[in-house]
């Protein structure tokens, strides 16, 4: 079985190049697609539209840029893993997923014991929970592999 799998989430630590590599150490056919991870470029995706004055009106601008990506990829995708971290409020994660959900599209969220509160609604949804990567990519070797 091949898989296209839409990583989202916080890009403030390596979890998605953790999955990749796990994957690839079983051999698993698995075609990775993501948002955009380099925060400025992500910042900046509107800007080839004109410039703005107001910071809301360039973030709004780059959001609908950044949004022709991920809606695309997010409708393209198996499974999605929706990565929250505890740094930062992923708001556009917590929207990956509730597209996932409105979509049907199967998602795994990823994130610690510390913020299962706040993400009750989102975890419910969900179809799986893991604390690591090494939990997803076990996740997606059950699902590929497994006849």
């Not at 989430?9 to 698993?28: F, M, P, S, V, Y």
């Not at 360039?58 to 809606?71: E, G, L, M, P, Q």
């Not at 990829?73 to 499974?79: A, G, N, R, Y």
């Amino acid at each position: 079985m091949e898989l296209t799998v839409y990583l989202s989430g916080e890009i403030h630590t390596d979890w998605r190049q953790q999955i990749k590599e796990g994957c690839k150490a079983h051999n698993l056919s698995i075609e990775f697609t993501s948002a955009v991870t380099d925060h400025a470029a992500s910042d900046a995706a509107g800007d080839l539209l004109g410039a703005e004055e107001k910071n809301f009106w360039r973030d709004h601008k780059s959001a609908k840029v950044n949004a022709i990506r991920t809606k695309t990829l997010i409708e393209s995708c198996d499974v999605a893993v929706v990565r929250f971290g505890d740094k930062y409020k992923q708001w556009n994660a917590a929207f990956d997923a509730g597209y996932c959900a409105a979509l049907g599209t199967p998602y795994i969220t990823l994130h610690d014991e510390d913020i299962i509160h706040p993400l009750k609604e989102v975890d419910a949804a969900a179809l799986a929970w893991a604390t690591t990567p090494e939990q997803v990519v076990e996740m997606l070797n059950y699902v590929v592999s497994k006849a």
